[in-house]
C-alpha cells in the first residue's frame, strides 16, 4: 500500500463497512484503496502541506482530512467527487450540534489549529 504514496505515511483508517482503506501521507495526499484487492481506486489531491489525519463518517460517505497547512477538508466519497469544502473550524458548533458522531473531526481541526499557532509563535 505505501508504495502509491512519495513518503512516510501518517494516517489510515478503515471505512465503516470495512471495504475501503484511506491512507494520508506527507506527499499532500489521501488515498483510497480496495480492502479486498488492495488495489489504489483514487488519489485525493487538495492539500498544500502533508495530510496528518483522515477520519470517515459513520455512515462513509464523507471523509475528513486535517492538514498541516491549517485547513480540515470534506470529501463526498457517496458520490465519488475530487472536489472539496474548504473550512476553517467556526462551523464545527452549529455541525456537531446536529452530528455529534463526527467527534473526530472537531479534535482534528482543533489539532490543526494548535500547530498553526505553534508555528507562527516560533517565527
Not at 4 to 25: C, E, M, R, V
Given at each position: 500500500m505505501s508504495?502509491?504514496?512519495?513518503?512516510?505515511?501518517?494516517?489510515?483508517?478503515?471505512?465503516?463497512?470495512?471495504?475501503?482503506?484511506?491512507?494520508?501521507?506527507?506527499?499532500?495526499?489521501?488515498?483510497?484503496?480496495?480492502?479486498?484487492?488492495?488495489?489504489?481506486?483514487?488519489?485525493?489531491?487538495?492539500?498544500?502541506?502533508?495530510?496528518?489525519?483522515?477520519?470517515?463518517?459513520?455512515?462513509?460517505?464523507?471523509?475528513?482530512?486535517?492538514?498541516?497547512?491549517?485547513?480540515?477538508?470534506?470529501?463526498?466519497?457517496?458520490?465519488?467527487?475530487?472536489?472539496?469544502?474548504?473550512?476553517?473550524?467556526?462551523?464545527?458548533?452549529?455541525?456537531?450540534?446536529t452530528h455529534?458522531?463526527?467527534?473526530?473531526?472537531?479534535?482534528?481541526c482543533q489539532?490543526?489549529?494548535?500547530?498553526?499557532?505553534?508555528?507562527?509563535?516560533?517565527?
Amino acid at each position: 500500500m505505501s508504495s502509491g504514496h512519495n513518503n512516510q505515511l501518517t494516517s489510515i483508517k478503515f471505512s465503516p463497512d470495512g471495504k475501503l482503506l484511506a491512507s494520508a501521507s506527507l506527499d499532500s495526499r489521501i488515498k483510497l484503496w480496495d480492502v479486498t484487492t488492495g488495489k489504489e481506486l483514487q488519489t485525493l489531491i487538495g492539500h498544500r502541506h502533508w495530510v496528518n489525519s483522515v477520519s470517515f463518517s459513520p455512515d462513509g460517505k464523507l471523509l475528513a482530512s486535517a492538514g498541516s497547512d491549517n485547513t480540515v477538508k470534506l470529501w463526498n466519497l457517496e458520490l465519488d467527487l475530487d472536489n472539496l469544502m474548504r473550512l476553517g473550524c467556526n462551523w464545527l458548533d452549529d455541525y456537531l450540534a446536529t452530528h455529534p458522531e463526527m467527534e473526530e473531526l472537531e479534535s482534528a481541526c482543533q489539532s490543526a489549529l494548535e500547530k498553526r499557532y505553534s508555528h507562527s509563535h516560533h517565527e
